[in-house]
């Protein structure tokens, strides 16, 4: 006799695997976070102690890592806003051959590992490397400039190259789900472009912006090679602290006290900045639409 299957009989394996994936690691951070380290035989020792999550309320360096990756992830998210909300209109705005073609240009860079596009950008904005060079040889400058590597600048414009995709990717597919009659009424009812963008095409994209945001902010906030290698002094962020704390200093109580800390910080940010998009007229129109 066959049983019938349904939603939930599907739904079973992906929610294991989410559990086993997601949920289990977050419990063990939490069950680590409160035991105590045996420093003499370097071992966990299962012993009720508050004491990491003492350090991370009383010394403020926590807090201030955990303030700079989000001011990080802040300022990514917003330049990826600007600069990525243009690119996608103008790929929405190309004939279906071009857009895939466009698609596979905007998705090149991810084509390759973190590693080697760092050390490229280290290539290209380094003391000998092409900006500077070119800048010289064109008598713009007579010495190589020093902000273009291992300062916020270095840090932000790379982790804007690494995320723009993730912006552009969802705002070009809410546009191409606007209806166009929309744009074309407004405009008939005299509407300028730029007033028909924002009364219209902005309003109704915003899902799509607010699913950008969220996953640039994660992204760049959460990042630690960047900044780690392109930062320099300033490249100490909450990320490269656990992964010091879990490895070097053995100390996993307060790695996953961080760990937990820096994640609900960063998701009530995220939660905040996504709210705020949504809240538009035109968001709440496409998700009542949606629903029907």
Known sequence: MKLPLSRAH???PVAFLLFLGCLLPLILLLVFSVFTVD???FVMVPAFSPQAWAQMLTKPVFAFLIGKAVMFGLGTAVLAA???YPVALAIASLAPAWK????????TPLYTGEIVRIYAWRIVLGSEGLVN???MWLGVIHAPLKFLLFTPFTTHLVLLYNTLPFMVLP???SIELVDRRLIEAARDLGARPLHA???VTLPLTTPGLSVGLFAVF???AGDMLTPSLLGGPSGVTPMSMIDNLFGTAFDWPLASALSLSLLLVLLACATVMSWLVLRLKGARAVFRGGMR
């Open 10 to 12: 599907l739904a079973i």
């Open 133 to 135: 060079t070119l800048l």
């Open 82 to 84: 600007f600069a990525g």
């Open 39 to 41: 420093m003499d035989a």
């Open 171 to 173: 705002i070009w597919l």
């Open 218 to 220: 994660a992204l760049a």
């Open 100 to 107: 895939g073609i466009a698609s596979v240009i905007l998705l």
């Open 197 to 199: 963008f924002l009364r």
